[in-house]
């Protein structure tokens, strides 16, 4: 098993989180946010302090059993990833789209999967 980690944003995150967590291969997911301009900050505080970041889940996965490809592919199944600050009945910057990796291995794989939804 190689154990693997990304951070999904797509509306919110309970929903990306549900869904994600049901995927074979996914071993955990942690809703939270990311790529914002504070310290932990709390929900109010992401909602109404403008504090840029995203509803985001963090997901561990098994690559040998589910390539971060095939992860996306799925993730983008149930977002659009061209909308701009919002996601179904979500509206506002926490809610944007977001792909954030910790290894630099897998800014290729991404950059592929977004250049496929653009063909």
């Not at 914002?36 to 970041?53: I, L």
């Not at 983008?76 to 179904?88: H, K, N, S, T």
């Not at 910057?93 to 592929?112: L, N, P, W």
Request: with cysteine.
């Amino acid at each position: 098993m190689t154990e693997k980690e990304i951070y999904l944003a797509g509306g919110c995150y309970w929903g990306v989180e549900k869904y994600v967590s049901q995927i074979k291969g996914v071993i955990s997911t942690k809703a939270g946010f990311a790529n914002g301009n504070t310290e932990s900050p709390s929900y109010e505080q992401v909602r109404y302090e403008n504090t840029g970041h995203a509803e985001t889940v963090k997901v561990i996965y098994d690559a040998e059993q589910l390539p971060l490809a095939d992860l996306l592919k799925l993730f983008y199944r149930i977002i659009d990833p061209v909308l701009l600050d919002r996601q179904g009945g979500d509206v506002g910057h926490q809610y944007r789209t977001g792909v954030y990796y910790k290894d630099d291995e897998d800014a290729s794989i991404v950059r592929e999967s977004l250049q496929e939804l653009q063909r």
